[in-house]
């Protein structure tokens, strides 16, 4: 089968088209013929020697952890042969998503929406999950929550917007004003442009701020959340100085990592099945072009996903 290999750390013209051996499901794992991929700023990171690479051993690695597609031989009393599945296969693990078939155990993945083309369900996966694990389960938004969301507009933030609008938040978000446009249509109540202002002199009595940025605007965020509030970053570390000022403020700050998990990924199938939530897809590259998919994310400015086609 068709794969995209690294043999090394490095840029993207490290990916490499290749052919290896379709890879064989064990117990309770299931063999998918993946129709889309969908790729994550961690992907790069990773393809850098960062990011998930710690957890990888086995070379060449095979990028990625998002698909959707078709199972085409299932050990697993969960899903059958001829099921239309979308999920993170193994996140933080060897994902080994960029390739025609991937190997996935049964408890990472959910059964696709049928309202909803493969391409918008692999974009619904790493972004989605993160989105929901920390607005439902390392926070908990409730109705009438005030919500900051950094980067509305992209792969996270598109989602967070929509998850926290359906829990009953007032969300806000930010971006450049070139996506001003985008993040209101999924139901923002206010936009922030980053570029023109300082959030922190617009906004006050935040209940909770999801950063999808740096640890500088991490620690800024500390000035809009009130007593109580609660700051999670995914993309930096809760540095000391941001501990020192959250626990002088009384906010709970944290961050996290996004996990596998198919009963998650069951809960988002609800919400796209029920045009609560929507992927955005702005890019489509064919696998041969995933090089370019790469060049494209690391560019920051993506808007919602990027999916590669096997
Ligand atoms: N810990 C975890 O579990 C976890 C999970 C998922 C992602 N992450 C990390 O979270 C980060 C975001 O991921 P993603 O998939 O959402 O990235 P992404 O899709 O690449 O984000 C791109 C978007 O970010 C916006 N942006 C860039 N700089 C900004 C700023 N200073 N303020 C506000 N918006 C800004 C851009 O909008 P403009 O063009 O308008 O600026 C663009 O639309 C990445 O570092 C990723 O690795 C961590």
């Known amino acids: 089968m068709k794969a995209i290999i690294i043999n090394d750390f490095g ?38 020697g960062k990011g998930a690479a710690g957890g990888i051993k086995e070379w060449p690695i095979i990028l990625g952890w998002d698909i959707s597609g078709e199972v085409t031989e299932s050990n697993s009393g969960l899903v059958k042969k001829g099921d239309e599945v979308f999920g993170m296969i193994n996140f933080p693990g060897h994902g080994k998503a960029y390739a025609e078939y991937v190997v ?17 369900a692999a974009a619904a996966c790493l972004a989605a999950l993160t989105a929901w694990q920390n607005l439902t389960d390392y926070y908990k938004v ?10 509305g507009s992209g792969g996270v933030g598109h989602f967070a917007i929509q998850i926290a609008k359906h829990l009953g938040a007032y969300v806000i978000a930010t971006s450049s004003e070139a996506n001003k446009k985008f993040v209101m249509s ?37 000035a809009v959340l009130k007593e109580g509030g609660a700051l999670i970053s995914i993309a930096s570390a809760i540095t000391d100085e941001i501990a020192a000022g959250a626990k ?24 796209l099945a029920d045009s609560q939530i929507g992927s955005h897809v702005s890019e ?20 919602g996903k990027i999916v590669v086609k096997p």
């Open 11 to 48: 840029p993207a013209s490290n990916l490499e088209l290749a052919d290896v051996s379709v890879p064989k499901p064990g117990d309770n794992e299931v063999l998918i013929k993946v129709r889309s991929i969908s790729i994550n700023p961690v992907d790069v990171k990773t393809r850098g």
């Open 284 to 303: 489509t590259y064919s696998l041969d072009d995933m090089q370019k998919a790469h060049t494209s994310l690391e560019s920051g400015r993506t808007v």
């Open 186 to 222: 999924l139901g923002a109540d206010e936009h922030i442009d980053y570029q023109a202002v300082n959030f922190e002199d617009e906004l006050n009595d935040i209940d909770f701020v999801l950063n999808t940025q740096s640890a500088e605007i991490g620690k800024r965020s500390l």
């Open 104 to 120: 996935a155990n049964a408890n990472h993945i959910a059964l696709k929406p049928t309202n909803i083309g493969h391409d918008e």
């Open 142 to 151: 409730k109705p009438g929550d005030r919500v900051l969301v950094h980067a």
């Open 248 to 271: 002088a403020k009384g906010i709970k700050a944290s961050q996290t990592m996004v996990k596998s998990s198919g009963k998650d990924m069951e809960q988002l199938a609800k919400l």
